[in-house]
Each structure stands twice: as C-alpha cells, then as structure tokens.
C-alpha cells in the first residue's frame, strides 16, 4: 500500500543569535533535524500536519525555545513566480506605474512577529 502525501514548502529564519537546532517532526515517521545559524534561512519540504520544535543548549542541558505548526511557515504559493504581463508593465520603473517601488522575491510567513522574513531582490 503506497500512501502519497502533499508536501509543504516552508521556511524558517533564525532570528536569534544564538544557533539553534530546528527539529521537524510529522506522520509516517517523517523526521528532518538541522542546525540553523543565527540570521540563517532555512527552507525545506515536510508533511502538513508536521510541527517544528527549536531547541538551544543552555547552562542545564537541551532547552526547548518554541514549538510551531508548519502551516504557520508554509512559503506563499506563487511567491516566487512572475507577475502576469499586464502586471509586469504596469509595475515596471519605465511606466511609472503604482508598483514601480515595490522589490520582488519569496515572502515567508512565519506566525510569530518576530519571525516575519521578507526574502526580496531588486527589480
């Protein structure tokens, strides 16, 4: 019996400055553990119903900082893709359009205000 899942897109940004140890954890015995710096991205895939831990190491030994619902960090589905044509021109520096100023790129929800990262590049 072969089940298929639909996986999440999400990112996580360590905003602190300490490193810290993001433990995903999900059904079907999904489990992903990584190191992530301070000021770091980290991008990965992961079932829906998975939830993320973050831990640090403090005086006494392993500390648990946050536990997160992976739907909270789910990616914007289309963020990364162009803006329509019609879009794009109106947009655009040379038409002077209202979104002329406006950076694209990746927006990460993070649900956490502390945790809201804008990945953008310059037009």
């Known amino acids: 019996?072969?089940?298929?899942?639909?996986?999440?897109?999400?990112?996580y940004r360590n905003s602190s400055d300490r490193m810290v140890?993001?433990?995903c954890?999900?059904?079907e015995q999904f489990f992903l553990e990584r190191v992530v710096f301070p000021f770091e991205l980290l991008s990965f895939s992961c079932p829906p119903a998975s939830e993320l831990k973050i831990?640090?190491?403090g005086l006494g030994g392993p500390e648990l900082i946050?536990?997160?619902?992976?739907?909270?960090?789910?990616?914007?589905?289309?963020?990364d893709e162009p803006p329509p044509p019609e879009r794009a021109a109106a947009e655009s520096p040379k038409s002077g359009g209202a979104g002329s100023?406006?950076?694209r790129?990746?927006?990460?929800s993070k649900g956490n205000g502390d945790l809201v990262e804008a990945w953008?590049?310059?037009v």
Do not use: K, N, Y
């Open 55 to 57: 831990w640090t190491h």
């Open 120 to 122: 953008v590049s310059a």
């Open 21 to 23: 140890i993001a433990r």
């Open 25 to 27: 954890v999900g059904p």
């Open 101 to 103: 100023q406006r950076p």
């Open 1 to 11: 019996m072969v089940i298929t899942l639909t996986w999440l897109e999400c990112g």
């Open 66 to 79: 946050e536990t997160l619902a992976v739907a909270d960090l789910e990616i914007e589905a289309g963020a």
């Open 105 to 108: 790129g990746l927006s990460f």
